[in-house]
């Protein structure tokens, strides 16, 4: 999800400008009170689990109510919930398409609502995870003009362009911090921002900034180790990383810092421990040969050669593909050289 999916929580509200951007539905109407109470309905068996319901109702109102917004969001918001089940589960490509169904629906309702900050915002978001990047980006460019004075747009784009241009994310990131100083999400970019642009030790005051308002968030705590090791402290990165909570630190984002910087200061074996912990802590996912891999080439670079090649078997194990055991393989080989 770009730079900081593991910085920034995503809120799939689609309507947080909605007072100011009020659906056009006659009051009077005979079918308003009932369109209510079906949307009221609906949004109650999707909040407990109960999808099937929750679509039958959204079925029968976008017949009904095929002018209002309101149940297309919504339907939106049952395709995420779905999409991200799958993703949870390792189903990477199953869930990029589910959220693509979810984007559609998004973009039916801004064709009825174009004025909703909100359904821009949040279009953007599934747009993201469905892998449309440039869609995305101009989502939130539109949500930005809707919403001023909410900074999540410009931290959004800041995110998603961050890596290929650091010069034009840090433009959006002081915009967004102008109106919300104390961001943590939005320091801990900046801090990135700065440290890619070779702004070293401006990166490390707003890092250490960023830690002062970043209360329990892990993703900034995850942020601010990785501008620790990409300034060539990657103990001061362990530190903050180690000290993460074990179900955070088995995470994968949270593997992939504490392997480099593991890697960074020579001990290779720790980070194939890493991956190894993060390997047994998701190993229910449907792609946790990918982990098996990671873990396998991270000892192959400690030269535990015996280790690797188990690694390599549990992976084949998982059905793996042969492509990306053969990469691994020779990546192995290319380390022992």
Known sequence: MGLLSIGFSLVFTGCEDRESNPVSIDPASPSAESVRHSLEAAEAYLASGDIDRARSILARLLERASDDPRPMELMARLELTGGLDLRKQ????????????????????????????????????????????????????????????????????????????????????????????????????????????????????????????????????????????????????????????????????????????????????????????????????TDAWRLALLAAEAMGRADQDIEAASWIEQAIMLDAPESEVEASRSRIAGASQ
Do not use: M
């Not at 433009?171 to 642009?197: N, T, V």
């Not at 960023?210 to 601010?224: C, D, E, P, T, W």
């Not at 501008?227 to 993460?244: D, F, K, N, Q, T």
């Open 90 to 285: 390792g189903l990477s490509d199953a869930a990029r398409r589910q959220f693509a169904v979810a984007h559609d629906w998004y973009e039916q309702a801004l064709e009825l609502d174009q004025d909703s900050g909100g359904l821009h915002q949040s279009a953007g978001e599934v747009a993201q995870l469905a892998g449309r990047l440039d869609l995305a980006r101009e989502r939130y460019r539109q949500a930005s003009k809707l919403l001023p004075d909410n900074p999540k747009p410009k931290l959004c784009i800041a995110q998603l362009i961050l890596e290929e241009n650091p010069a034009e994310a840090e433009i959006f990131l002081r915009e967004s911090l102008q109106i919300e100083p104390d961001e943590p999400h939005a320091l801990a970019s900046l801090a990135l921002a700065r440290q890619r642009q070779g702004a070293g030790e401006e990166a490390s005051t707003l890092a250490s900034k960023a830690l002062v308002h970043a209360g329990s968030s892990a993703a900034v705590r995850i942020a601010v180790a990785r501008v620790h090791r990409i300034a060539g402290r990657p103990r001061e990165s362990l530190e903050l990383l180690l000290a993460l909570p074990d179900q955070v630190r088995v995470g994968e984002s949270a593997t992939e810092e504490i392997s480099r910087s593991w890697d960074a200061i020579g001990r290779p074996l720790n980070a194939g421990q890493a991956w190894a912990a993060c390997f047994k802590a998701n190993a229910f996912r």
